[in-house]
């Protein structure tokens, strides 16, 4: 496209009646476009022709600000990939909720902006440190404005959903369905949101192929060049925060640090939001700390590292947290006057509800489940699921911290016998964990290697952890 130019910047001209919006150079037409009463820099159009010139030396980026975009149904699996969110020279003008002074960077600004309630754009002046937070993706009046960085929640959500993205890695199998000529990994996403059941979907940008899965990371997932993943839960948390949502609040910890235990660090991440994308798609990673004003994200391999310390430049998130939240309420949870009787970690006094007893568990390494004495208001940890002797006893109750059937894994291991005739081998985990759960000949599952990795039911119920062939076995722990 050749544009008008004096020799340093590019020249164009915007052109806005009261229905149209016209961008040209050397008085051609290249954008043109009907705008609604959503169009923020349109609001206070009139029929009369307005003609503005822009002398602008940085990135060229054109567009209709569209302050309808937030909202309960957001969803950031559209867009392109940004190495950056700030504007420079380019300011989101008015729609002010606050100004905060003596802001080190538009990095810390925008953090601000995450925190703040409402909040969807910034606008930073370098200069002095201010730092103006915005109720709308692009304030009420978006101009340019030397002197000037401006950015909002939407393309960081973008960022943050990029990171959900696993690169060179198949979550193999548990397929639904396949979808040819799509056109990238996050356009693979937005077409499993149609699928029902999808949970997850794995990406080969060389043929433009989506596979849409049932399980949130496939039944097999392994290293594979040219497949990227994503699962669907991860973006899904993106998009709760910036249409608004409270999931996960109370497990913020603000100015809190959970020192040691670190898997790695990973730097610049300008958000808390985007450090949590990176844990769930790392192994073992459990908690973070994040720290906004140097963009340290630290992955974490146990629930509060080493062990909570107040400091106020940081703040953490333990994601036993969210399995709590996951159960609160739930009756199914709830064993009412039962006893998970014995495999105490320790007990603690002055504890009044069980929701309480349970949030202890969850900050608690190697915590699995508890007990509380309402009368005595007393709350015991426990470091196996349902203790080691668990009865029935009036006056107590009890939960595992993660309701529902949890799995160990054994690697190399396996059990003897298998426990169907025919022999039945099953590619998906999961279909293998409820055909053993039906069968009641069935005490684990093991991992064949030599039979493509597939899945067979086994009587067992001794585990051998001596495995020549490389076998992984599954019992319910």
Not at 220 to 242: F, M, Q, T, Y
Not at 282 to 299: F, K, N, Y
Not at 316 to 329: D, Y
Not at 370 to 383: D, E, G, I, M
Request: hydrophobic share 30%; aromatic share 8%.
């Amino acid at each position: 496209m050749q544009c008008e130019s004096d020799g340093n910047s590019i020249i164009i001209v915007v052109e806005k009646t009261a229905d149209r919006v016209t961008i040209k150079n050397k008085g051609k037409t290249l954008y043109n476009q009907d705008f609604t009463d959503n169009d923020a820099n349109c609001r206070q159009a009139t029929t009369k022709v307005k003609t503005q010139v822009w002398n602008y030396d940085g990135e060229l980026g054109l567009g209709v600000f569209d302050n309808s975009i937030i909202g309960a149904q957001t969803q950031l699996t559209v867009g392109t990939e940004s190495s950056s969110c700030f504007i420079k020279d380019f300011d989101y003008g008015q729609a002010d909720i606050k100004m905060i002074r003596n802001v080190d960077s538009a990095k810390v600004c925008l953090n601000q902006c995450a925190r703040q309630a409402g909040c969807q754009s910034m606008a930073f002046v370098p200069a002095n440190g201010d730092c103006w937070l915005k109720s709308k993706l692009y304030g009420d009046n978006p101009k340019p404005k030397v002197g000037v960085v401006s950015a909002n929640l939407l393309c960081q959500g973008i960022r943050v959903a990029n990171n959900c993205v696993k690169r060179d890695f198949d979550y193999w199998g548990a397929d639904i369905k396949m979808i040819s000529d799509v056109d990238s990994v996050m356009d693979c996403a937005e077409e499993a949101r149609n699928v029902e059941g999808g949970r997850s979907v794995a990406y080969q940008a060389s043929s433009r192929n989506c596979w849409v899965k049932y399980l949130d990371n496939g039944a097999r997932p392994e290293d594979k060049d040219g497949v990227d993943s994503v699962a669907i839960k991860c973006l899904d948390r993106v998009n709760i925060k910036l249409a608004g949502g409270k999931e996960g609040l109370d497990c913020f910890e603000e100015g809190v640090d959970f020192p040691g235990a670190d898997i790695k660090n990973v730097n610049p991440i300008y958000t808390i939001e985007e450090c949590d994308a990176l844990c769930q798609v790392e192994d073992g990673c459990i908690a973070i700390t994040h720290r906004p004003s140097t963009q340290d994200c630290w992955l974490k391999n146990k629930p509060n590292g080493n062990g909570k310390a107040f400091l106020d430049t940081v703040n953490s998130i333990n994601f036993n947290c969210f399995t709590l939240q996951a159960g609160l309420g739930d009756a199914d949870c709830v064993q009412e006057n039962y006893d998970f009787r014995g495999a105490d970690i320790k007990m603690i006094s002055s504890i009044y509800s069980l929701d309480d007893c349970v949030a202890l568990c969850a900050d608690e390494p190697g915590c699995a489940s508890v007990t509380h004495q309402p009368a005595t208001s007393r709350c015991w940890l426990k470091n196996k699921r349902f203790g080691a002797d668990p009865q029935d006893m009036d006056g107590v109750n009890s939960r595992n911290l993660q309701c529902g059937d949890v799995w160990c894994k054994h690697k190399k291991s396996f059990l003897y016998t298998y426990a169907n005739s025919p022999v039945v081998r099953f590619e998906s985990l999961d279909e293998a964990k409820e055909e053993c759960k039906a069968n009641d000949a069935c005490n684990g599952i093991t991992q064949e290697p030599y039979n493509s990795d597939t899945y067979s039911l086994r009587r067992g119920p001794t585990i051998h952890d001596w495995s020549p062939t490389d076998e992984t076995s599954y019992v319910l722990c």
